[in-house]
């Protein structure tokens, strides 16, 4: 086989594959060696003795516990939530790496007592406690392994041949019979490119030059999902940095030391950035901490604990063995080798298996955003002080109003939880279609009240009430203004959350934004429709909201309303989302000065971090031969 060669481009790393029949490496084939007992002694899993790796199957339908004391392996069921003894391995090796898929198939990478025998792979099929044999294999220097949604082996082996690394990627397909398993894709990674780890997606995740690549092990194409000015240094084989990276089909979640930055592979853009304390802020969100939370919470693994977590965390952990001696004091760090299956997460805390209900922690995250919500409500300060968790001084408050409010931003336009809530409205304004001048929307101490002012303006107003026997006080008013000759109706009204409404009228779909810190209504989003007759709105329904996302706003969205354009132009991440269609707005109607504008908006984005904020010229580049036909 030839030299390896590299072409790394801004976005992109070319993965070389190899020649499965004619790769040029020695292959080795283990005879099968059968040392399986299922017997868990005395009832009591690994001896009594301490947990020290644990392992979840991709969907979570399985659990593997290995103990380095007792050199055992145990499988567990807790696709109920419940722990169903599976399978248990009494061995002599010293496992490094273990993995065990969907279809109970087991997987580790072990060392033996013999000198220079480290990286080997045993597999077994645990449905039947036979060992699996692969047709190409490396023998040992396995350094990782995993499974796939598809129940795939993937296999990392990283050697030195003549001087050189090789580093090489190894799929199988577990379909075969007689417990053979066939190698279906071989691929190598360029010698100055480190390998990080590979998601249950397929995706390849590698380091090179300050920079974290994804790479589709399928569609063998790459992005660039993080980048440094500053110098980072990071091996696999020496651990020499702390990554950790958690994803799914949306977002990838990255952990670089002491910092968190999550991906939009949507927006191809890094959405936010913050420390791990500052990530508090964000998971307490109402609504974002439901959707991110299973990817953030594994990437908080050993980290110090604190009265934050310990608050969370209440009520809904158990040690799952209970045979090591449980102390009541409060814990140093948090779980170690954090695991998220469904509906709950797996630690290892002091030898032992830390059960987490994740729902129930959820529920006291939100508990404790309307704590917050609440205090604030009082304008109490040094109440919150006292009782908020961590807040040092004033500024820290003030930094969480901030960033609550940057995060409603990113909630309505690139999580789009709300499309349930929106699809019931619909229904609801088509089963009593009428045109309506006036409504009322109440939610406990807070009122909304929408008014047609002379069938050309919408007037929203929001009151408060200090308790329930007091009367409302206004706290804020907001008059929209159009540029259409239509006369304007409301249809209906309904809450997304706390602070969030969604409005149709008969000239669109409005979501409104209260800040209760700035006593202001924003308008967040737009979707302009004329639905003066009730065939008209179905038409829209089904043929535009009745998917899984909110629509791109339309060209006459930004033609009737200079509010829209203002907020689309000025808020980063929606200028990301929506920029496109803004800028071809400006741009067929001759508005020079806001074309400008936008030009100018996504240069200083660009330039506010030219490794991660490309996309910002994708926004000009696109709409340049419009630009130059007009």
């Known amino acids: 086989m030839s030299d390896a060669t590299v072409e790394i481009e801004i976005d992109k790393i070319n993965i070389n594959k190899i020649d499965i029949n004619n790769n040029g490496i020695d292959i080795n084939n283990d005879r099968i060696d059968n040392n399986i007992n299922n017997n868990i002694i005395n009832n009591k899993p690994h001896n009594g003795k301490p947990i020290t790796e644990i392992e979840t199957s991709p969907n979570g339908k399985y659990l593997v516990t290995y103990s380095e004391d007792d050199h055992s392996i145990v499988g567990w069921d807790v696709d109920k939530n419940q722990f169903k003894l599976e399978f248990s391995i009494k061995i002599s090796d010293q496992v490094g790496h273990i993995r065990i898929s969907d279809d109970k198939r087991l997987a580790y990478i ?20 036979q060992q699996i044999k692969l047709d190409c ?27 050189v690394m090789r580093k090489i990627i190894l799929i199988y397909s577990t379909r ?11 691929c190598e990674i360029p010698e100055d490119i480190e390998f990080i780890s590979i998601s249950k997606y397929d995706k390849l995740y590698l380091f090179s030059n300050n920079s974290i690549y994804e790479w589709d092990l399928f569609t063998e194409k790459s992005i660039k999902i993080f980048g440094n ?45 913050v420390n791990v304390i500052q990530l508090r802020t964000l998971i307490i969100h109402p609504v974002l901490c439901p959707l991110l939370f299973h990817l953030l919470f594994p990437l908080f693994s050993n980290i110090p604990n604190n009265e934050f977590w310990d608050s969370i965390m209440k009520d809904c952990r158990e040690l799952c063995f209970g045979h090591l001696k449980q102390h009541e004091s409060p814990k140093e760090f948090l779980p170690n080798n954090i695991q998220s299956a469904s509906n709950c997460a797996f630690g290892i805390l002091d030898g ?4 987490i209900n994740l729902e129930k922690m959820i529920s006291n995250i939100n508990s404790l955003f309307k704590y917050y919500d609440e205090l604030n409500n009082n304008n109490n300060s040094d109440e919150i002080i006292d009782n908020w968790y961590e807040y040092y001084n004033n500024n820290y408050f003030n930094y969480f109003r901030v960033k609550y409010e940057i995060y409603e931003h990113l909630n309505i336009h690139l999580f789009n939880p709300y499309m349930d809530n929106i699809h019931t409205l619909f229904k609801k304004v088509l089963s009593d279609f009428e045109e309506k001048r006036k409504l009322i929307l109440i939610q406990n101490l807070i009122k909304w009240e929408i008014n047609n002012i002379n069938y050309k303006e919408i007037e929203l107003s929001v009151f408060i009430k200090i308790n329930v026997s007091s009367e409302w006080d206004l706290i804020c008013t907001r008059v929209e203004n159009f540029n259409i000759r239509e006369n304007i109706f409301l249809h209906g009204v309904k809450l997304l959350n706390f602070d969030d409404i969604v409005l149709i009228t008969t000239i669109g779909v409005f979501i409104y934004h209260f800040s209760e810190n700035n006593k202001s209504i924003s308008l967040r989003y737009f979707y302009y429709m004329e639905s003066y007759y009730r065939k008209d709105l179905l038409r829209y329904y089904e043929k535009i909201f009745s998917k899984h996302t909110l629509p791109l706003p339309n060209y006459d969205s930004f033609k009737i309303s200079d509010e829209w354009v203002s907020y689309v132009k000025d808020n980063k991440e929606v200028l990301l989302t929506y920029g496109v269609e803004l800028l071809t707005f400006a741009i067929k109607e001759y508005k020079l000065e806001l074309v400008d504008d936008i030009y100018k908006k996504c240069i200083i984005r660009f330039k506010e971090d030219l490794r991660n904020n490309r996309m910002f010229l994708s926004i ?3 709409t340049m031969p419009l630009l130059t036909s007009e």
């Open 352 to 355: 032992d298996v830390l059960k």
């Open 176 to 186: 075969t019979k007689n417990n053979k398993w066939k190698c279906k894709k071989l």
């Open 110 to 129: 072990y060392a033996t007592k013999k000198l220079g025998e480290s990286g080997k792979i045993k597999i077994y099929d645990m449905n039947n406690d």
């Open 229 to 273: 000015d500053e110098e980072m240094k990071y091996s696999y084989y020496y651990n020499t940095s702390d990554i950790r990276i958690s994803g799914n089909e949306k977002f990838i979640c990255m952990r670089i030391e002491n910092k968190i930055t999550i991906y939009s592979n949507e927006l191809e853009f890094s959405t936010t950035s």
């Open 137 to 163: 294999d490396f023998g040992d220097y396995y350094s990782y392994c995993t499974f796939n949604l598809k129940n795939e082996l993937i296999l990392y082996n990283n050697f030195n041949r003549d001087y």
């Open 620 to 622: 000009i580049t696109s």
